[in-house]
């Protein structure tokens, strides 16, 4: 098995990498969806973030309001602490229920946002870093709705540029098109994953 951390700032054009490596055979474990999933209504996860926060981060209908959280823990760096204590290690532990059960001759990639922030470079065989400069990560953030001042915050909230260069054994550059970021994975899965095949 060959374990894969995939990791880039907001906006840098990750979930497109992560696809083009799933379109090649890649086993895709990502760390959003999971995080989505182990605070879905009636989980444990739900409870205790709950138990955290209050009522208050409940939506009508008994699921997470997203919103609402954000509210909390985006301007509090305590109470974004808090929430990590509680999520991360149910996300950890659902990715490796998954790393398991994945064959045993996989490439297994797990996309983690915040991999350099989390101090997880040292769990993969690889670390796959995907760059875009700031302003195309700012038109990339607006175009998918959100405010200038709010994607700017996202960003500032993140690792570096470096910081996340500093870890990387690959680094894919996404400033250009969708079949410029292709060539640079067809590139790294030939050279680095599956040589000679």
Not at 111 to 120: A, K, M, R, Y
Not at 150 to 157: E, P, Q, S
Not at 160 to 178: C, I, K, P
């Amino acid at each position: 098995m060959l374990r894969i951390g995939l990791t880039g700032g907001i906006g840098s054009g990750k979930s497109t990498v992560s696809a083009l490596l799933v379109e090649r055979g890649a086993v895709l474990v990502d760390a959003d969806v999971l995080a989505r999933e182990v605070v879905a209504p009636g989980t444990p996860g739900l409870a205790a973030v709950v138990d955290a926060f209050g009522e208050g981060v409940l939506a009508p209908d008994g699921s997470l309001d997203r919103p609402a959280l954000a509210a909390v823990v985006f301007a509090d760096p305590a109470q974004r602490a808090r929430l990590d204590a509680v999520v991360h290690p149910l996300v950890r532990a659902r990715a490796a229920e998954l790393v398991a059960a994945a064959p045993p001759d996989a490439v297994v990639v797990q996309d983690v946002p915040l991999l350099v922030e989390t101090g997880q470079a040292g769990s993969y065989d690889l670390v796959v870093v995907v760059q875009a400069s700031l302003p195309v990560r700012l038109a990339r953030l607006v175009q998918r709705g959100m405010t200038e001042d709010d994607a700017r915050a996202r960003i500032a909230g993140q690792a570096t540029d470096e910081q996340r260069a500093a870890v990387a054994d690959v680094l894919l550059h996404n400033d250009g098109s969708r079949a410029e970021l292709a060539a640079q994975v067809e590139a790294f899965w030939a050279d680095q994953v599956a040589p000679g095949s």
